[in-house]
């Protein structure tokens, strides 16, 4: 009887413990795929499908600006890739010690020009998305531009505020 009872009594402790594992398990679940969603929606901040999702695009707004920010992708991919390679082999003849100026300039120009053009393609993008947009959305575009731009700007004579406050040593308050 003291058997039965031992098996009985085992045997609902390890299904409390079974069900409660789950549930933790289920619910952690949950909230990191509720955590992903938010961060889908948000599109990572201030980045270009932030425009799309927060500008009030009806469906075919929205199928234009996934094309036109698919070939924006596509330009800029190629010059992103060249540009790695251009800061990958300066940094290399850097730690290699004694680095000709001569070329570390050539390949600083060479990043420039890279920089440039990627710079370049946003700009013609950004165009392509303003003629996209309707009156009302034009000006919520243009306060998201004035955001982005200042978000690189140092306020008050501090440095490292925006997008590039870890640039000089300092973090975020």
Known sequence: MKESLFYKNAFFVSLFLFLTTLTILLSDFARKSEAASAQNQQAGGMGFKHFRNNLGFDSSQSRLYDSLLADYQMQTTALREALQVEQDQLFQILSEGAADSLV???????????????????????????????????????????????ENKATDNTKGNGRNRYRHGQRSQ
Not at 112 to 132: C, D, G, P, W, Y
């Open 104 to 150: 570390l300039s050539g390949i600083s120009l060479k990043a420039s020009k890279l920089q440039h053009e990627i710079r370049m393609a946003t700009f013609r993008h950004l165009q392509k998305v303003n003629s996209l947009a309707d009156p009302d959305q034009k000006v919520q575009l243009l306060r998201l531009y004035k955001n982005l731009m200042n």
